[in-house]
């Protein structure tokens, strides 16, 4: 699977449990002129097997672009990324955390836990919706990723 | 024998000699007095050496007592009469008729020598009352006799320039006249001084003294008279000068032979007496030091005995010799007698915990210091009890010898102890319950987040979806639905801000406050200028802080200056002053001002004192202000006048203790 077609749709996993925040999430991506297939987990252990093929989600494509919330039950946003980074096989993933954290300390951490970056979700969805907009553009468009095997 | 210091053999002996004397004395006048009919140059010459032998038996008794005595003055003139003894000799030998030296000196020099021995004589007496209790130099003095004595000779033999004193045909000289009564004065001089001084002198010796002196004033005034070298007057001067230098013998032998006893015995009793006073001096002084020794040590005991904290006394190091009953009480014992030869072993829990005392605390006892220590011992029943131990050593010799004695004194403290645990856990319990609310109020500002960003989500969504269907009122609705959300997100954002000043503040660091205060003013500038305002500052020192905390609490007080004033030309002026502990900061505007009773309403949370729609605010930002101020240990108040402004005033201490 390669990510230079652009005409493929590109894969998106979101990590989160807040059922509200997934619909607001969605929204905002509608908007999106990019082609997008959108995998929604609630938790960070259902999010580990995804992205490690297991279970229910054998077969599903490798995601070009996490969004990660922190605060999830079972294993939360922290966790998550340190597995992703210590993973060989997922090292090199964008994480883009997305939270409504504003915390310093949580900012900090997540950088040194080599997120790709960290972004405080806003209460105003208008802004929250430009904001999603950016991301994709930057982190599916803008920028060149290593191939995928 | 104090008392009487004539013995009865003793007076006998004295009575004796008197009489012994005084008999052979009239034998020997009368004798001469017959020889003088017969041969007057015989009877001369042998009561001139009678006379003679006298001075030299005063002056050999005196040389050879010279280092027992103590009348040194009668060593002087014993010396004196020897040199005398030897001018009277030559007299004797000069004599006309004796033929020793050449005629043509003829008879003015036996009388030239005679005056001379008189002057002598006369001078050593006027001397030796001087010289009463003074030390002297026999050697020197006989140095100094000899010395004078050749010299004079020499005025005589010599030089020849000592006045005549018998001029053939012209008789006597008005030089020999005078001499004789210069020489009486002399004498009557030396018998005033002798009077003068006699308390310094023993009353005999005194009177011996005394009557030779006079008898030698008679004896030269004989000689005044006299007209022919053979008459009565001269006959007369001789005895005198006989008796007068036999009562000089006298003195010495009653001072220095006879007497020595009670010379001696008069010292001894002197230094009896002067022993004895001081004995019953010293014993008075013993008396009244162990009195106020035995007070001393009473004193001790019964504040030993009595004392409210416990004291002990180790001997050997380690072994108890003497304590109170409180320590007794203290250590579970009936008394402190039945604690005695207890080893300090016993009072420790365990040996390992005695061992470790004595490596940790014994050499601070070895340097003499005092040992502070709070310490559980044990009781006699095996039961700890806490308890502040003090203890020093009682050898005051360097080095210290702990074996001579260790005073220890203890109090048992362990109520204090006791209370002092449970401070510490109801601090524990404050401190987690403070910790556990501040999680509290993040955690839960953190969470009411979410479900508001669901709220003005769907609202926001809703808006463009349902835009047809709904009238003007429903899309006020919407919009004001949104608005309070927004005011809700910017409560649960201060008290986010509120909650993490304690728990997500930054360690404190030195800081130029001018820096900070630049930064403040440039996140500000906008509002500023907006306002029109006209904002001083003074110089800040540097000071330890959490420069985003004060940075903080500058831009929230400069921030309500700003806001609360309505002022056409608004004015903020903001400095510092030094004060003992800390310094003083002011932000001073002339806004609004509040009212006197709300100047402490006015730091609590959400208490707001105007309506929304005059002035925006959460009600949080001087509440924030005070608990960063109280995170650096200040404080902070407020003073103003309604419609003329108000001052803000914070503290911030010079010294960083706490956190």
């Not at chain 2, 003055?73 to 005398?84: C, E, P």
């Not at chain 2, 002990?312 to 009953?325: E, I, P, S, T, Y």
């Amino acid at each position: 699977m390669t990510n230079t077609d652009n005409v493929k749709p590109a894969q998106v996993l979101l990590v989160e449990d807040n059922e509200d925040d997934v619909e607001l999430t969605l929204e905002a991506l509608k908007n999106s002129r990019l082609r997008m297939n959108v995998h929604v987990v609630p938790d960070g252990v259902e999010a580990m097997k995804f992205l490690r093929f297991q279970g229910e989600y054998e077969g599903e494509p490798r995601p070009d672009m996490v969004l990660l919330d922190l605060n999830l039950p079972k294993m939360d946003g922290r966790e998550v990324l340190k597995e992703i980074r210590e993973d060989d096989d997922l090292t090199d993933l964008p994480v883009v955390v997305l939270t409504t954290s504003q915390d310093e300390e949580d900012i900090c951490k997540m950088y040194k836990m080599h997120a790709n970056c960290f972004i405080s979700k806003p209460v105003d969805f208008l802004q929250f919706t430009e904001i999603i907009k950016q991301i994709e553009g930057f982190w599916l468009q803008l920028v060149k990723l290593p191939r995928r095997r | 024998m104090r008392q009487n210091l004539k013995t009865p053999d003793q007076s006998q002996t004295e009575k004796t000699t008197w009489i012994f004397s005084s008999v052979f004395g009239i034998f020997a006048m009368a004798a001469l007095v017959i020889l003088s009919r017969y041969n007057f140059l015989l009877f001369h010459g042998l009561a001139e050496l009678f006379s003679i032998a006298v001075a030299w038996a005063v002056f050999f008794l005196v040389w050879n007592i010279r280092h027992v005595t103590d009348a040194e003055s009668l060593v002087f003139v014993g010396i004196a009469y020897f040199f005398i003894g030897i001018v009277d000799l030559l007299h004797t030998l000069a004599y006309n008729g004796m033929g020793v030296f050449d005629s043509q000196w003829g008879a003015n020099l036996p009388t030239q020598l005679w005056i001379l021995a008189r002057y002598m004589e006369s001078a050593s007496l006027i001397l030796f009352p001087l010289l009463f209790r003074k030390k002297i130099q026999p050697a020197f003095i006989f140095a100094c006799w000899a010395g004078a004595t050749v010299l004079l000779l020499g005025t005589i033999f010599f030089w020849q320039i000592f006045p005549d004193c018998y001029v053939e045909g012209g008789g006597l000289t008005r030089f020999k006249i005078i001499s004789e009564y210069a020489i009486c004065i002399l004498l009557g001089t030396a018998f005033v001084l002798l009077y003068a001084r006699r308390g310094m002198v023993d009353p005999v010796v005194f009177r011996l003294l005394a009557v030779s002196i006079v008898i030698t004033i008679g004896a030269e005034l004989a000689f005044t008279f006299y007209v022919s070298v053979y008459d009565f007057s001269n006959l007369l001067g001789h005895y005198f000068k006989i008796v007068s230098f036999y009562l000089i013998y006298l003195a010495l032998v009653q001072s220095g032979l006879t007497r020595p006893y009670q010379v001696l015995f008069k010292s001894l009793k002197d230094s009896e007496k002067k022993y004895q006073d001081a004995y019953a001096q010293m014993e008075q002084k013993v008396r009244e030091r162990t009195s106020e020794i035995e007070a001393a040590a009473h004193e001790f005991e019964s504040l030993f005995n009595s004392s409210q904290v416990g004291m002990m006394v180790l001997k050997g190091g380690r072994f108890f010799a003497k304590g109170n009953q409180r320590l007794a009480d203290i250590l579970g014992y009936a008394s402190p007698e039945e604690m005695e030869g207890l080893s300090m072993k016993d009072l420790h829990l365990n040996e390992n915990r005695f061992r470790a005392f004595g490596e940790k605390h014994y050499n601070r006892l070895h340097h003499g210091e005092v040992l502070q220590v709070e310490y559980e011992l044990k009781r006699k029943d095996g039961s700890p009890v806490w308890c502040s131990l003090s203890g020093k050593a009682l050898d005051i010799n360097r080095p210290i010898d702990l074996d001579r004695g260790v005073l220890w004194i203890l109090d048992d403290i362990s109520s204090r102890k006791l209370a002092e645990q449970e401070l510490k856990e109801t601090l524990n319990k404050l401190e987690r319950s403070n910790d556990e609310l501040a999680q509290f109020a993040y955690v839960a500002s953190h969470d009411l987040q979410e479900p508001l960003r669901a709220i003005v989500g769907f609202l926001q969504l809703l808006e463009p979806r349902c835009a047809g269907q709904l009238d003007e009122k429903g899309r006020q609705y919407i919009k004001r639905s949104v608005n309070a959300a927004h005011r809700m997100q910017s409560l649960i954002q201060d008290l986010l801000t509120l909650s993490r000043v304690n728990t997500k503040g930054c360690p404190f660091e030195s800081t130029d406050l001018n820096v900070v205060f630049t930064g403040v003013l440039s996140r500000l500038d906008r509002r500023i200028k907006e306002k029109a305002a006209n904002v001083t500052a003074e110089t800040f020192p540097n000071l330890m802080v959490d420069p985003n905390q004060i940075s903080t609490l500058l831009e929230h007080l400069m921030s309500n200056a700003l806001k609360y004033n309505g002022h056409s030309e608004p004015a903020i002026s903001i400095g510092c002053s030094e004060q003992k502990n800390d310094y003083r900061f002011f932000v001073k505007d002339n806004g609004i001002g509040i009212e006197p009773k709300f100047y402490e309403r006015i730091f609590i949370v959400f208490q707001r004192l105007h309506g929304r729609h005059e002035y925006h605010g959460t009600g949080v930002g001087l509440t924030l202000c005070k608990k960063i101020v109280e995170r650096h240990g200040g404080s902070i108040w407020v003073e103003s006048t309604i419609g003329r402004g108000s001052t803000f005033f914070f503290t911030l201490p010079k010294e960083r203790m706490g956190k």
